[in-house]
């Protein structure tokens, strides 16, 4: 049991079910979605913050009766000052679609009967645009402006966050319940910090959201005032005195855009690394996972930024055992990772999450079919990054120098591929970027000599 409703009574549902016996056990189903979002049973509408009317299509007196009803509830929801979110479910709502919340516009959310898995979804979208109206929008613009307009940093490598939360509702993940809507930071703001950190001797920025290719927003006025998106951000930053390395993490395959694809070819300062998780290879687990693209579009994409950039570095994130991933579709996984070839990539098995679409989801896998196949995975994974690693040695690579290495007289930095590279040389060097001869590779570093240092540079 997941619990009584005095537990967690958090947030009073109530549904009212008309019709047949399908509707009854849709109620049930949908109860159950509800359950792990904190939702209990209330005994009347008056009660509930969240009301779902599952219709019945059958006769049309059915459905005036809806609508009569919907009018009762609208005078509720009046009553609540606007925070009870009403749904209305089954055939009427398949069959009327928008045109119910035309007639009735208190109606929140609208779904047919093979949308029920989406509702966690459908609810948290519905709550943060009735937080966005009670709330104004200020709050999304004040979350940035919370954060401190300059910063001390130390040493020469910096992150500077342009994008927050996500509209993207995987059905494995809970971000997008948990850090709400995608957000963009204000250019001027970005602009503001960078500056200040190059002033401070940071010679890399990596810009971080949770979908920071998502990112846009409205140019400095001098610049034209245009939306931009990343890749105009990324060309402007780089113009920044002291800033000369560039990246950006993590992106969504939704959100790469051609400009953000060329702007790999013709921004020298973005660093030729590109961090695109893709999750699965199997077209079937994608739809389910609501990824909203097929394996050979990820494919595409990396074809693409592949050709703007020949020398990129590719890297992924991977969930194992998604419920209902057969044997077939993890081998797609599996041939999906062959055909790229990854310079790093992270995997984990699929977890549950409570409040989750997928969590509800038939075909969950035993924890030894997931540890077979996750270990079978980083295998491969694994010598992808080793090769990937020892395809350098013989290359001369322009090195951030981030710190002291382990022994007296070694230095450590960060390769273009931000691979970890340990060589010797003097302290003096500490946040430059000097050439270092690639001697020796490993898992998970490399080896090199320093290539002679110009006067200027000492
Ligand atoms: N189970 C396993 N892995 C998950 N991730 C997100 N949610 C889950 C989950 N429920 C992984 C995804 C994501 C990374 C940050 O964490 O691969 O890209
Ligand atoms: Fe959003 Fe990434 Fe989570 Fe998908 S996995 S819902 S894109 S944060």
Known sequence: MTGTPEEKSLKGLFIRTYGCQMNVYDSERIRDVLRPLGYAPVEAPEAADLVVVNTCHIREKATEKVYSELGQLKRMKEASGGRMTIAVAGCVAQAEGEELIRRQPAVDLVLGPQAYHKLPEMIARASRAI????????????????????REVDGPTAFVSVQEGCDKFCTFCVVPYTRGAEISRRVDDIVFETRSLASQGVREITLLGQ?????????????????????QLCRHLSKIGGIERIRY??????????????AHGDTPALMPFLHLPVQSGSDRILKAM????????????????????????????????????????????MQLVRDIGYAIAYSFKYSSRPGTPAAEMHGH?????????????????????????????????????TGKGRNPGQMHGRSPYLQAVHFEGPESLNGKIVDVKIVGASLNSLTGELMRVPEAVL
């Not at 993590?250 to 060329?262: A, C, N, Q, V």
Request: charged share 30%; glycine share 8%.
């Open 131 to 150: 937080g966005d109206r009670l709330e104004t929008e200020f709050d999304t613009i004040e979350k940035f402006d919370a954060l401190p307009k300059t």
């Open 211 to 231: 979908n920071v290719n998502a990112f846009h927003g409205p140019a400095p006025v001098i610049e034209g005032g245009d939306d931009w998106t990343l890749g």
């Open 249 to 262: 993490t993590t992106s969504h395959p939704r959100d790469m855009d051609d400009d953000l694809i060329s």
């Open 290 to 333: 609501n990824r909203g693209h097929t394996a050979d579009h990820y494919r595409d994409i990396i074809a693409r930024v592949r050709q703007a950039r020949p020398d990129i570095a590719v890297a992924s994130d991977f969930i194992v055992g998604f419920p209902g991933e057969s044997d077939a579709d993890f081998e797609a996984t």
């Open 365 to 401: 896998l035993s924890e030894v079919v997931k540890d077979e196949r996750l270990q079978a995975l980083q295998g491969l994974l694994r010598e992808q990054q080793t090769e990937f690693n020892a395809s350098q040695i013989g290359k001369s690579l322009p090195v951030l120098v």
